[in-house]
């Protein structure tokens, strides 16, 4: 018996957390994951303290003024910036944790802390819930036993639209696009916002290295599929300023299947194009 | 039909494009500035249960057989109001029979009178699509523009506050 979903939205580190758990079951066990939802909370606005580049008083930001030594800085600070400077070398340089020259750990931290409140609730025992941070999404087992949870894209050209459908167990989802960050992505090499893609989603199964890869793919343009595609358990959707699309080889063992609709207007008339056999072309 | 919804659609997302890209300040303080009104406690239960019974949206609505308690009448759930860049974007949604009836944007940025023309020509837009795009029953939505952005994370929220 796995009782009525838990649900709780939670608004922190400039945008909207939503959490969706399906195992939280009654009484006692229910106490329990109720518990680790509240430290799961507790986490992410400890997080949005230590390393928001927004808050004068952070951690990141007393760091980058000189005015807090890295080992004063609490010990997560240092793991994070190991794993930006690891995220940096996997992507051959198109992952920077000082983006626009100033330190901004945002890229990691937040699908990284996506990732630590699903460990949390972990630990309490759940294997059915996800989470979406922002648009980057982390799923745990499915939302029932042989069904998989169903992630919009968002289209990036059409505001409100979606773009295909991801559907899957234990996945991970995260999508980078112009508009929301044209601002934020910059190419780390040239400095100058990136824009020659649209949006880029990538599927794996932590949504930490998953976003990384948004961030660092987006950055790269339409080449970066195939870097993606040597990345093991990892896959793509790429959607051009032009509106035309392309995907890594395995990309399309997510898409969901069509299902009918009343409404022709609607996202899936776009399926039938992505179910082809289609590969990218660099 | 199709052809005029895409283009108006492009028009915007070049507009919300350029709004994204302008450097204009964000007002608003780090504090959430949480929707008043609505089931806003932390730890909501979803599953129908939390509704709260706000007035309904008076707005353009159908035969807001407004009033309470009945399963068939329409409820309305306010969606915590998302910080974006430009200031908090918000939603209130009208369920009936489990159906999205309507979307009223409360909130959104308006520090100057451009943001508000672009704002009242594309969040209408925004919602017409969101209404015909929720048979795709999907659990979750990743990435976004920057204005749906904000709208999508609202919306959600008032989504699961509505249990859908």
């Known amino acids: 018996m796995t009782g009525t979903p838990l649900r709780h939205v939670e608004h922190v580190m400039?945008?909207?957390?939503?959490f969706d758990i399906r195992d939280a079951g009654s009484g006692a066990r229910r106490d329990a994951v109720q518990g680790a939802l509240r430290r799961a909370v507790d986490r992410l606005h400890r997080i949005d303290e230590l390393f928001s580049p927004y808050r004068e008083d952070s951690q990141i930001s007393r760091l980058d003024r000189g005015e807090l030594a890295l080992d004063a800085c609490a010990p997560e600070v240092d793991r994070v910036l190991r794993a930006c400077a690891e995220a940096a070398r996997e992507t051959g340089g198109w992952f920077s944790d000082r983006p626009a020259g100033r330190l901004d750990p945002?890229?990691?931290?937040?699908?990284?802390?996506?990732?630590?409140?699903?460990?949390?609730l972990r630990e309490a025992g759940s294997v059915r819930h996800s989470i979406s941070g922002g648009g980057d999404v982390q799923t745990v087992g499915g939302p029932a036993p042989e069904q998989p949870w169903?992630?919009?894209i968002a289209h990036p050209l059409q505001p409100g639209m979606l773009t295909a459908v991801v559907a899957g167990q234990d996945i991970a989802v995260a999508t980078s696009g112009t508009a929301e960050r044209g601002a934020h992505i910059l190419d780390p090499h040239t400095g100058r916002p990136a824009t020659a893609l649209a949006s880029l989603?990538?599927?794996g199964a932590g949504i930490t290295r998953a976003d990384v890869?948004?961030?660092a793919g987006f950055a790269m343009g339409p080449d970066c599929l195939t870097r993606i595609e040597a990345v093991d358990g990892l896959d793509a959707l790429a959607v051009l300023p032009d509106g035309s699309r392309r995907w890594t080889s395995g990309f399309p063992a997510y898409a969901a299947p069509a299902r009918p609709t009343p409404d022709p207007a609607d996202w899936r008339s776009?399926?039938?194009a992505l179910s082809a056999p289609g590969r990218p072309t660099p | 039909m199709r052809r005029i919804i895409v283009s108006c659609a492009a028009t915007i997302s070049g507009v919300v494009l350029l709004l994204s890209l302008k450097p204009h300040s964000t007002a608003t303080t780090s504090s959430a500035s949480i929707s008043t009104g609505s089931s806003q406690s932390s730890s909501s239960t979803a599953g129908g249960t939390s509704a709260s019974p706000s007035p309904s949206a008076g707005s353009s609505s159908s035969s807001s057989s407004s009033g309470s308690g009945s399963s068939t009448s329409a409820r309305t759930f306010t969606?915590?109001?998302a910080q974006t860049r430009f200031g908090p974007v918000q939603?209130?949604?009208?369920?009936?029979?489990?159906?999205?009836?309507?979307?009223e944007v409360v909130e959104y940025p308006s520090d100057n009178p451009k943001d508000q023309q672009i704002n009242s020509y594309a969040l209408p837009v925004l919602n017409q699509e969101a209404i015909s795009a929720q048979s795709a029953q999907i659990d979750s939505v990743s990435g976004a523009t920057y204005t749906s952005d904000g709208y999508v994370s609202s919306l959600q929220s008032a989504i699961d506050q509505a249990g859908l």
């Open chain 1, 270 to 272: 776009a399926l039938p």
């Open chain 1, 106 to 120: 945002c890229g990691y931290v937040k699908g990284w802390s996506v990732e630590e409140a699903s460990r949390l």
């Open chain 2, 79 to 81: 969606g915590t109001a």
């Open chain 1, 201 to 203: 989603t990538v599927v």
């Open chain 1, 14 to 18: 400039g945008t909207v957390f939503s």
């Open chain 1, 213 to 215: 890869w948004a961030t």
């Open chain 1, 150 to 152: 169903r992630i919009g």
């Open chain 2, 91 to 103: 939603v209130k949604i009208t369920v009936k029979n489990k159906k999205i009836t309507n979307i």
